[in-house]
Nanobody
């Protein structure tokens, strides 16, 4: 079992920044992929950024150059720094951990970017 608790969402104006945090607990040693997804109203959930097995990072095209995923292993926390935010970044952001054979999700945190 893995538990994920997100924080850091909120309302920000276009061009602003936010940092999301995800506290990870439980059986974390066999997590293959750890990262962030988002779901906007009426749209499918999509990958934003993630650490893949082997320690590489993977970013959605929409996130490249603006978002940065990082982690603090001592705190078992993964972060998503979001800069130059756009209204189209408005969504519920979820932390996710893939641990074969299942995926664990946090409760989500709302990010709203006003124009």
């Amino acid at each position: 079992q893995v538990q994920l608790v997100e924080s850091g969402g909120g309302l920000v104006q276009a061009g602003g920044s936010l940092r999301l945090s995800c506290a990870v607990s439980g059986s974390i040693f066999s997590i293959n992929v750890l990262g962030w997804y988002r779901q906007a109203p009426g749209k499918q959930r999509e990958l934003v950024a993630a650490f893949t097995s082997g320690g590489n990072t993977n970013y959605a095209d929409s996130a490249k150059g603006r978002f940065t995923i990082s982690r603090d292993n001592a705190k078992n926390t993964v972060y998503l720094q979001m800069n130059s935010l756009k209204p189209e970044d408005t969504a519920v952001y979820y932390c996710a951990a893939h641990q074969v054979p299942r995926t664990y999700w946090g409760q989500g945190t709302q990010v709203t970017v006003s124009s």
